[in-house]
């Protein structure tokens, strides 16, 4: 048995689409200072009053649209990744442990490392599921993980993977998934005006202003795809999704660009997601569902729309988990 492990930490998952296990989910979520910055005990208030009751029935409904017989998509698919990446390391000759965790709901973070230092492990990579950094992210699961640590004595040995917004291979993954949908859905015709959109996962403002790196990294990934793809600014849109709450959050916004787009007769739109490592609500329901029926009734129901998948467990992306892990394993293997 492997005495290293390493722990690929996604977002998290309800365990069921039921408004009870959406707001379990939702309550743990919402109540990461990291998350939300406001005064902790008026926050709460506002939390249980008023977001929880409604937003647990509504995004319960969203869940149950995309969820499977075998769980969330999120979960499937962090699991495929899990097991494609013990795999991959295990071709290289690399003996260690590779785990899943979510930073809210199940299989938790603490239960992992929990399990894992009860089987003797004591050097642990923390590899967050992220591709880019931002406190709402990568810092929450290092928060999480520093919590972990000061209620522990005989505390584990640990590496962290920061980002990796450009790494050549997930740039690579990127472009030949976009490019194998084109292969499926035909080639856009961006000399006629279809665009594609590289829709991120948003932020408040404030924080951008208070020095989050996450637009700039997302800016990064989407500049190396551009020139990968051939592509300019105008054929290759950056947006964000996912706002919540009246802040401002960073724009341009993803359903207001596919309603403007829609509305301006652009005849084909192609929406992929780089900060999403795995399909999950967001992309699946938001994209596929939501933004689509915006892009359709700006249009009067004419034109394409296409949600090209996440990376998943594609190979490529594997091949770049791989080299990253490797990478931060320097030394202990």
């Not at 603490?110 to 950094?133: E, F, K, M, T």
């Not at 996450?214 to 947006?239: H, K, S, V, W």
């Given at each position: 048995m492997s005495d290293i492990a390493v722990v690929w930490v996604a977002l998290g998952t309800p365990d069921t689409p039921t408004p009870r296990d959406v707001r379990r989910y939702l309550r743990e979520f919402l109540t990461d200072r990291r998350i939300v910055e406001m005064n902790p005990l008026a926050w709460r208030a506002i939390l249980e009053a008023f977001i929880l009751p409604r937003r647990s029935r509504v995004s319960a409904s969203k869940y149950a649209s995309v969820w499977y017989d075998q769980g969330s998509a999120l979960l499937i698919h962090t699991r495929d990744q899990v097991e494609a990446l013990s795999s991959a390391l295990a071709q290289e000759g690399i003996n260690v442990r590779v785990e899943a965790a979510m930073r809210?709901?199940?299989?938790?973070?603490?239960?992992?490392?929990?399990?894992?230092?009860?089987?003797?492990?004591?050097?642990?990579?923390?590899?967050?599921?992220?591709?880019?950094?931002?406190?709402?992210?990568?810092?929450?699961?290092?928060?999480?993980?520093?919590r972990y640590m000061l209620a522990s004595r005989d505390q584990l040995e640990l590496r962290f993977i920061r980002s990796f917004p450009t790494h050549p291979l997930y740039i690579e993954a990127l472009a030949r998934r976009i490019e194998a949908t084109w292969a499926s859905e035909g080639r856009p015709d961006f000399?006629?005006?279809?665009?594609?959109?590289?829709?991120?996962?948003?932020?408040?403002?404030?924080?951008?202003?208070?020095?989050?790196?996450?637009?700039?990294?997302?800016?990064?990934?989407?500049?190396?795809?551009?020139?990968?793809?051939?592509?300019?600014?105008?054929?290759?849109?950056?947006?964000?999704?996912?706002?919540?709450g009246p802040a401002d959050w960073l724009t341009p916004a993803t359903i207001n660009t596919v309603t403007k787009l829609g509305l301006a007769g652009v005849p084909r739109v192609d929406v992929a997601c780089p900060g999403f490592a795995a399909d999950c609500l967001e992309t699946l329901e938001e994209i596929g569902i939501l933004n689509r029926e915006a892009y359709f009734n700006a249009n009067g129901h004419t034109g394409k729309f296409v949600r090209i998948p996440c990376l998943n467990d594609d190979p490529v992306f594997v091949s770049a988990l791989t080299d990253i892990a490797c990478t931060h394993l320097a030394g202990w293997l």
């Open positions: 809210y709901g199940q299989p938790s973070l603490a239960s992992v490392l929990d399990q894992l230092r009860a089987d003797g492990i004591r050097q642990v990579l923390i590899a967050p599921a992220y591709p880019h950094y931002s406190q709402t992210t990568v810092g929450s699961v290092y928060d999480a993980v520093a000399d006629n005006g279809d665009v594609l959109l590289l829709s991120y996962h948003g932020i408040p403002v404030t924080m951008a202003e208070a020095g989050d790196p996450y637009p700039t990294e997302c800016q990064a990934t989407t500049q190396a795809l551009r020139t990968r793809l051939g592509l300019d600014e105008t054929a290759c849109q950056m947006t964000f999704q996912s706002k919540f």
